[in-house]
């Protein structure tokens, strides 16, 4: 069964870091854009970033200059170091992946990220 692990979530100051790692299982094509989008609470979910198989990455403008993604195709996995974090990035971290030869995207259970002010 597909699924997708995250990890890294928590607690922060505002002007520091986290890195959030999700792992991919279960399937064996590999995966084609791979990434995080973040819910704040009464919002809808927002794309943070996106990396294709090729690390060809997209970012929201919010995060441009602060946040890295990153992947490992051997391991299935993708990384998001967030730095100089501030208190409108917190909310719920959602990893995404589009499984090659998959008719839709799997989405992870999402991590919280809380950065006080």
């Known amino acids: 069964q597909m699924r997708l692990v995250e990890s890294g979530g928590g607690l922060v100051q505002a002007g520091g870091s986290l890195r959030l790692s999700c792992a991919a299982s279960?399937?064996?094509?590999?995966?084609?854009?791979m990434g995080w989008y973040r819910q704040a609470p009464g919002k809808q979910r927002d794309l943070v970033a996106l990396?294709?198989?090729?690390?060809?990455?997209n970012y929201a403008d919010s995060v441009k200059g602060r946040f890295t993604i990153s992947r490992d195709n051997a391991k299935n996995t993708v990384y998001l170091i967030m730095d100089s974090l501030k208190p409108d990035d917190t909310g719920v971290y959602y990893c995404?992946?589009?499984?090659?030869?998959?008719?839709?995207?799997?989405w992870g259970q999402g991590t919280q990220v809380t950065v006080s002010s």
């Open positions: 990396i294709d198989s090729s690390a060809s990455a």
């Open positions: 279960g399937w064996i094509f590999g995966f084609n854009a």
């Open positions: 995404y992946a589009e499984p090659v030869r998959a008719s839709s995207p799997v």
